[in-house]
């Protein structure tokens, strides 16, 4: 928690200069790694006045480096203030040093002294919540470079990045679409079936054959099956993602659980047998319910199909929306104006001899939630480092 810095005068520019430097040292790691948010509220003055309290939250490491710092330096900073009066103060810092300067400055300014005092970060860390970062827009500057994820790097985006992954690796799977289409194919034979029990159900019980495969009794309770369906209740399968059984393979025993039954579908020797968790049972020849299922099998099997993908995909996303919105996770954002350094293809299709960039550079004031979520590229690591940043502003200027 004890970060390498430096504060030097400058002279021409008639300003205090205070460096911190990124980490570096394992210690220095282990201040950035110390992700857990803690309360940091910031007084506003105003001509020496309380005028306004921002309240949130910042980074546990990088809070604690920015109060030891902050201790340091302001005795020293405080006399050389007085000496020279005229004199600016500017806190600089990257990465890990961005964000504790940029909370440093919070803690400066909240001295009569050091009401002036601005701060230039390069690459920060998130560090601290929407409405901290919001309120230091007028003093805060962080400077982004080109695809540098370290901006957007926080404990609620890795989480977000981490469900994505795993709902698309689901999506991605041969082995989980040849079961999606398997169960959508399953729950449409049941619902063909179901909407045609009450019509065998009747047309069965006036011949009363001995040898049908329907008896009396289960005619009796197919009639108690059906008659809550006529009430408006739905057997809901995987919250209303209907599925076809393929009459192709051997099903001896496939089930699906529902949240008020359970359905249980038999295909031996050509019969269908659909059971309740009551233990009422119907059974149907397979040839009546295949001759009303194959009018719209392929039609149904894709509407299903989809229909189940887009309950995947929904409860993935669900899962993404929980995670920020847990009372325990709070997201971080970097601090202040943030300006994005872009790279472009040169307008230029035939650059000079004296010219060997093909890409030109543009900045924007960019908003901040964008950098809510991580973004994966090629260089997002290697365009972090201060010579990547020297080398994009050297292309800009």
């Keep these: 928690m004890q970060p390498s810095f430096v504060l030097v005068r400058d002279q021409k520019a008639k300003c ?64 050389a203030v007085r000496e020279f009066p005229d004199y600016q103060i500017k806190v600089i810092g990257h990465s890990m040093g961005a964000g504790i300067g940029a909370i440093l400055t919070y803690i400066l300014r909240e001295h009569y002294d050091f009401t002036s005092c601005t701060c230039l970060a390069f690459g920060p860390a998130a560090c601290m919540t929407w409405e901290l970062a919001e309120s230091g827009k007028d003093f805060i500057t962080s400077l982004v470079n080109r695809d540098d994820v370290v901006p957007a790097l ?26 999606l289409g398997l169960f959508a194919k399953i729950s449409q034979r049941v619902a063909f079936a179901k909407s045609h029990m009450l ?62 039954e359970r359905v249980i579908l038999v295909n031996n020797d050509g019969d ?13 020849s397979q040839g009546d319910v295949e001759s009303n299922a194959t009018l719209d099998s392929e039609q149904a099997s894709s509407t299903a199909k989809e229909e189940a993908s887009q309950n995947l995909n929904g409860s993935g996303k669900e899962k993404q929306k929980e995670s920020p919105s847990a009372p325990a996770l709070r997201q971080l954002f970097p601090p202040g104006r943030i300006i994005h350094m872009v790279a472009q293809p ?52």
Aim: with cysteine; net charge negative.
């Design 16 to 79: 205090f200069l205070l460096f911190i430097r990124g980490a570096i040292s394992p210690r220095e790691r282990l201040t950035a790694a110390s992700s857990v948010e803690v309360p940091f509220h910031h007084i506003v003055l105003n001509e020496g006045q309380i005028d306004n309290v921002i309240l949130g939250y910042a980074h546990c490491g990088m809070l604690a480096a920015a109060r030891w710092i902050s201790n340091l330096v302001m005795p020293p900073l405080r006399n």
């Design 346 to 397: 040169s307008p230029d299709p035939n650059p000079g001899e004296g010219t060997s960039s093909k890409e030109a550079i543009s900045i924007y004031e960019t908003p901040r939630d964008l950098y809510g979520r991580i973004r994966l590229a090629p260089n997002m690591i290697d365009e972090h480092y201060m010579p990547s940043y020297i080398s994009t502003m050297e292309l800009l200027l």
């Design 154 to 179: 926080s404990k609620v985006a890795m989480e977000s990045l981490r469900s994505e992954v795993m709902v698309s690796s689901k999506l991605d799977d041969p082995q989980d679409e040849a079961h």
């Design 272 to 284: 269908v047998s659909v059971e309740s968790a009551a233990g009422s049972a119907v059974s149907a």
């Design 199 to 260: 019509s065998i159900s009747h047309s069965t019980g006036k011949t009363a054959d001995p040898d049908s495969s329907i008896s009396e009794p289960l005619l009796k309770e197919a009639v108690e099956i059906t008659q809550p369906e006529e009430n408006g209740l739905k057997i809901d399968c995987i919250h209303e993602a209907y599925f076809v059984a393929n009459p192709e393979q051997d099903l001896s025993a496939v089930s699906v659980d529902a949240s008020a």
